[in-house]
Structure formats: structure tokens, C-alpha cells
């Protein structure tokens, strides 16, 4: 099954891409009617944060967790791809945050590769369900302080 990033969860980037758009007529009027270099300074700097935003924005979209029957696999931002046997796995499982948010992750002690799957992915319950059905499964609740590996570290009494 594949699990992709949703577009929905960057609706702030997806926001400041309209706020930027727009500021570039603005900065268009500034450098014609009132001073030009001001004008083409906003402009660069507009054109800049749209870049950034845009590289930044396309490396989540192409993100994606795969499980197969034997095993799970990550795409990370498209510069790394991670593949684990089921058997491999130590341990997955959920963590929930006390802020609110809640997210995956599977540890393999073996290659000593932790990766954490934000809630922002499409099937996110369904990914919960697979990992608990096929790995050792265990629910985390750090604390404020602490994060997710101190914890899991903890846990599994890790170096």
C-alpha cells in the first residue's frame, strides 16, 4: 500500500504562495511609479521566498511510506530511499505528543535507522493498522521535554 503526503496539511505554505503572488504586481508598481530600486528589491527578495517555498514544498509532496508484504519502505524527500523487512523492524509505533499532534515511526535496531511519519499522510490510520498488525507495536506519550528518541531510547533501553 503507498501513503503519500497530503497537499491539504500545507495550507500556511499554500497561503503564503497567494500572499507572495500577489505582493509581485506590487513590487512591479513600486519599481515604476515610486523608487526603482526599492522596487526591484522587493521583487528579487518575492521571487526568492516563492523559490524556497517551492523547493521546499516539492521535496514533502514526494515523500511517500510503501509497505509491501514482506516489508515497509520510505522515500525520503526523494534524496534517500529506506527499505526494511518486517523482520527487521525492533519495534513500531505511535507516539502522541502533548501539543496534539500524533505521528508513526518505525525503529530497526539492526541498521540503527529510527524514522518518524508525521499524521499529514493519506491512509494515516490504515499505515497505524498495518505496522501494528506486523511489527512489535507500542504507544509513546513523551513528555514535554523529552522527545521521541530520548523516549523510545528509554524505552528499549538503548544507548
Given at each position: 500500500?503507498?501513503?503519500?503526503?497530503?497537499?491539504?496539511?500545507?495550507f500556511?505554505?499554500?497561503?503564503?504562495?497567494?500572499?507572495?503572488?500577489?505582493?509581485?504586481?506590487?513590487?512591479?508598481?513600486?519599481?515604476?511609479?515610486?523608487?526603482?530600486?526599492?522596487?526591484?528589491?522587493?521583487?528579487?527578495?518575492?521571487?526568492?521566498?516563492?523559490?524556497?517555498?517551492?523547493?521546499?514544498?516539492?521535496?514533502?509532496?514526494?515523500?511517500?511510506?510503501?509497505?509491501?508484504?514482506?516489508?515497509?519502505?520510505?522515500?525520503?524527500?526523494?534524496?534517500?530511499?529506506?527499505?526494511?523487512?518486517?523482520?527487521?523492524v525492533?519495534?513500531?509505533?505511535?507516539?502522541?505528543y502533548?501539543?496534539?499532534?500524533?505521528?508513526?515511526?518505525?525503529?530497526?535496531?539492526?541498521a540503527?535507522?529510527?524514522?518518524?511519519?508525521?499524521?499529514?499522510?493519506?491512509?494515516?490510520?490504515?499505515?497505524?493498522?498495518?505496522?501494528?498488525?506486523?511489527?512489535?507495536?507500542?504507544?509513546?506519550?513523551?513528555?514535554?521535554?523529552?522527545?521521541?528518541?530520548?523516549?523510545?531510547r528509554?524505552?528499549?533501553?538503548?544507548?
Amino acid at each position: 500500500m503507498l501513503y503519500r503526503v497530503r497537499i491539504q496539511s500545507y495550507f500556511k505554505i499554500i497561503l503564503l504562495y497567494f500572499v507572495m503572488f500577489a505582493a509581485l504586481p506590487g513590487a512591479v508598481f513600486l519599481a515604476v511609479s515610486v523608487n526603482i530600486i526599492v522596487g526591484i528589491g522587493l521583487f528579487a527578495v518575492v521571487i526568492y521566498v516563492i523559490f524556497i517555498v517551492t523547493r521546499s514544498l516539492k521535496k514533502q509532496l514526494v515523500s511517500y511510506v510503501e509497505t509491501y508484504e514482506d516489508g515497509i519502505s520510505f522515500n525520503l524527500y526523494d534524496e534517500e530511499k529506506v527499505t526494511f523487512p518486517w523482520n527487521a523492524v525492533t519495534c513500531s509505533g505511535i507516539c502522541k505528543y502533548r501539543k496534539g499532534s500524533v505521528s508513526l515511526f518505525v525503529y530497526n535496531e539492526g541498521a540503527d535507522r529510527f524514522i518518524e511519519i508525521p499524521e499529514h499522510i493519506n491512509g494515516f490510520s490504515g499505515l497505524n493498522r498495518e505496522l501494528s498488525s506486523k511489527t512489535r507495536f507500542i504507544t509513546v506519550n513523551p513528555s514535554t521535554d523529552e522527545t521521541l528518541k530520548d523516549k523510545l531510547r528509554d524505552i528499549l533501553e538503548l544507548k
